[in-house]
């Protein structure tokens, strides 16, 4: 199985809104509403976020919303902050029930 | 809340076969799937595989062949084996449940993670 493809890096200034991308094929991401993102600070485990597209866990802030559009899950951040600045990674699930994440964007909050 | 720790014995030579073992505390392995994740230094994430708490299993196609995860029960445990290591194998090792009891497509709950050199 190929890893999902998302942008290796975003940027937005504080305040602002920013988009992450993950794309995957009719076998994983476009066949389940079965997508996660992880949010990694360096030298932590990673951190759930959004699961089964667009929920979020208890504790993760609005600010952290998912969509998905045909074989494309999106996870947006909206009103940027300092500590959003980190790795993402999405994951779903696959018709072969495994999972598989995609490369992880850097995401720099200048 | 349940709380995740990894451990195994330290560096592995290549050829060899790497070990870890998972301690969950603070809840039972019952009902729920168990994942382990690596990440190679620098690198992305790659799940490598599960086990449910009734023993099924399932691995990354990749890794399929040599690897081997397994539980114990009465210890609250799980553990990783892979065999024929290399160099591309080193990396950070995490643990993982399941978000809630019979779902594996949320990894909720994370250890620390372990990192596991593969050296001569």
């Known amino acids: 199985q190929s890893a999902l493809t998302q942008p290796a890096s975003v940027s937005g200034s504080p305040g602002q809104s920013i988009t992450i991308s993950c794309t995957g094929t009719?076998?994983?991401?476009?066949?389940?509403?079965?997508v996660s993102w992880y949010q990694q600070h360096p030298g932590k485990a990673p951190k759930l976020m959004i699961y089964?597209?667009?929920n979020r866990p208890s504790g993760i802030s609005n600010r952290f919303s998912g969509s998905k559009s045909g074989n494309t899950a999106s996870l947006t951040i909206s009103g940027l902050q300092a500590d959003d600045e980190a790795d993402y990674y999405c994951?779903?699930?696959?018709?072969?029930?495994?999972?598989?994440f995609g490369g992880g964007t850097k995401l720099t909050v200048l | 809340q349940v709380q995740l720790q990894e451990s195994g014995p330290g560096p592995v030579k290549p050829s060899e076969t790497l070990s870890l073992t998972c301690t969950v505390s603070?809840?039972?392995?019952?009902?729920?799937?168990w994942s382990w994740i690596r990440q190679p230094p620098g690198k992305g994430l790659e799940w490598i595989g599960y086990?449910?708490?009734?023993?099924?299993?399932n691995y990354n196609p990749s890794l399929k062949s040599r690897v081997t995860i397994s539980q114990d029960t009465s210890k609250n445990q799980f553990s990783l084996k892979l065999s024929s290591v290399t160099a591309a194998d080193t990396a950070v090792y995490y643990c993982?449940?399941?978000?809630?009891?019979?779902?594996?497509?949320?990894?909720?709950?994370w250890g620390q993670g372990t990192l596991v050199t593969v050296s001569s």
């Open positions: 993982a449940r399941g978000f809630n009891r019979g779902e594996l497509r949320v990894l909720g709950y």
């Open positions: 603070g809840g039972s392995i019952s009902s729920y799937y």
């Open positions: 089964d597209v667009s």
């Open positions: 994951n779903s699930y696959t018709s072969s029930t495994t999972l598989i």
């Open positions: 086990i449910y708490y009734g023993g099924s299993t």
């Open positions: 009719s076998s994983d991401v476009g066949g389940y509403n079965y």
